[in-house]
């Protein structure tokens, strides 16, 4: 139970069935507001006093509440020796993993202070000046009063003390992406800093997925991820491509500035989706974020999601001041691409390429199976830098063996999956699996893919 839940109880059990200490917070979005400030009503005189004891427990919750609004000092010899090590080097067994899904959900639906006018209009006009600058040095640098706004302190508190674990890794973690996000980001015309929405929305993890069926490092949805040319069926998921969702989510981001004209609502249309803001841009036609939210159901993720951005890029530019300077983070990876054709076991590719099912893992994180995806089209498969011709001249051999042993099989009137399957010396399961198959139910006519025992042993 949380503490104001048990500062409630115990007030009510003390002052009476309908006697209880009324508590009023001032509203966090006050124009221009400068401080957060807690009131305590008094209680009408027709109900018993609160005790000393009860008061100091409502006090020293207070204190808490408001220590989050402080500014962040660490001095130089704070961490102590257990926590001195914040490598976050995740173990191969972790890596592959999403995002811990506490930590996201805890992320989303993080409380605090929104954005007001102030804070927006400081920032829209730090993301012109960055966007204006040449295609090098397009860098968002923040204005003094955006970095002193308490709602920004509030999240940088929030960040480094409640969520500075799952932060560190998340910190760990953008050394692999950041450099990569940027140049895809300044090739689109938008300040590289836009990478650390990613670090808002994903912690900077290929696998996160939210509780809305988002996913990826930008935490697409299907239907907007399809939009924007990201492939998803039960072999692949784009989403989960570091380069193709970034490309998509810059072009999202700007289709969606020219949709609404200034950045906060892009960003709040990313965060909300475009479809929802739209509606509530028709409906209420406000002509500020205060109206906006004074007028709609914003929830309270997007309502923060300004300045929890502006607080994650702050931490990430510079660490070391917000008591993250013993994270190591990770090394961007380098890789070759080389298309195979055909449903091949990564266990097999790996063993080609002179590497690890892990390490194509790694570096292919959009396949969702332990195999690339049937269909002439071919994949591109990545592997390590400097084993593509290693691969290929392993890969050339099997192919010529696999071209003597697959036959094509027509689909007979009266036939099933299980009569060919037995027919063939094959499992069902196999089948479907090589011909891309999700049900059991063929046509007449239709054309299935038969690999013998013999090849199936060294490519599956």
Request: glycine share 6%.
């Amino acid at each position: 139970m949380r503490p104001r839940a048990v500062i409630f109880a115990l007030s009510l059990a003390l002052s009476g069935t309908y006697g209880c200490a009324q508590l009023s917070v001032r509203s966090l979005l006050a124009s221009n507001a400068a401080k957060q400030t807690t009131n305590l009503t008094p209680p009408p005189a027709s109900q018993a006093p609160l005790s000393a004891a009860l008061l100091a427990l409502i006090r020293q919750q207070d204190l808490a509440d408001e220590n989050l609004f402080a500014p962040v000092v660490f001095p130089e010899n704070a961490l102590s020796s257990k926590t001195e090590k914040l490598e976050v080097m995740e173990s191969p067994a972790t890596k592959v993993s999403k995002a811990p899904e506490e930590a996201l959900t805890a992320l989303q639906r993080a409380p605090g202070p929104r954005a007001n006018d102030r804070l927006i209009d400081l920032v829209e006009k730090d993301l012109k000046k960055a966007i204006e600058q040449p295609n090098e040095g397009r860098r968002l640098e923040f204005s003094k009063a955006v970095v002193g706004n308490p709602r920004v302190h509030y999240f940088i508190n929030y960040f480094s003390k409640r969520q500075k674990e799952p932060f560190a890794k998340a910190l760990a973690r953008s050394g692999k992406y950041f450099t990569m996000m940027a140049k895809v980001l300044r090739e689109e015309g938008l300040p590289e800093d836009f990478a650390y929405l990613a670090l808002v929305e994903s912690y900077f993890s290929p696998q996160a997925l939210s509780r809305a069926g988002a996913v990826g490092l930008w935490q697409f949805v299907p239907v907007t991820a399809r939009q924007y040319g990201l492939k998803i069926d039960g072999w692949i998921d784009e989403r989960r491509d570091p380069i193709k969702s970034t490309r998509a989510a810059a072009a999202y981001l700007k289709d969606l500035h020219r949709a609404f004209d200034r950045w906060y609502f892009a960003t709040a249309a990313y965060n909300a989706g475009q479809g929802a803001m739209e509606k509530i841009m028709q409906s209420s036609q406000p002509k500020n974020f205060a109206a906006l939210i004074e007028k709609t159901k914003l929830s309270a993720e997007t309502r923060n999601f300004l300045p929890k951005f502006v607080a994650a890029a702050l931490i990430a530019a510079n660490p070391e001041k917000y008591g993250f300077g013993n994270v190591v983070q990770d090394t961007q990876t380098e890789y070759e691409e080389i298309e195979v054709r055909g449903n091949l076991q990564l266990a097999s590719l790996a063993e080609m390429a002179a590497t690890d099912t892990y390490t194509l893992r790694e570096l292919n994180p959009a396949l969702l199976r332990t195999q690339t995806p049937p269909g002439e089209n071919g994949y591109l498969l990545r592997l390590p830098v400097g084993h593509a011709s290693t691969f290929e001249l392993a890969y050339g051999q099997t192919r010529e063996t696999e071209e003597a042993q697959i036959v094509t099989h027509e689909v007979k009137r009266g036939e099933t999956l299980f009569s060919i399957a037995r027919r063939y010396g094959q499992q069902v399961r196999a089948l479907m699996e090589l011909n891309g198959l999700t049900d059991s139910r063929l046509r007449i006519g239709q054309k299935l893919k038969i690999i013998f025992e013999g090849l199936r042993d060294t490519l599956r």
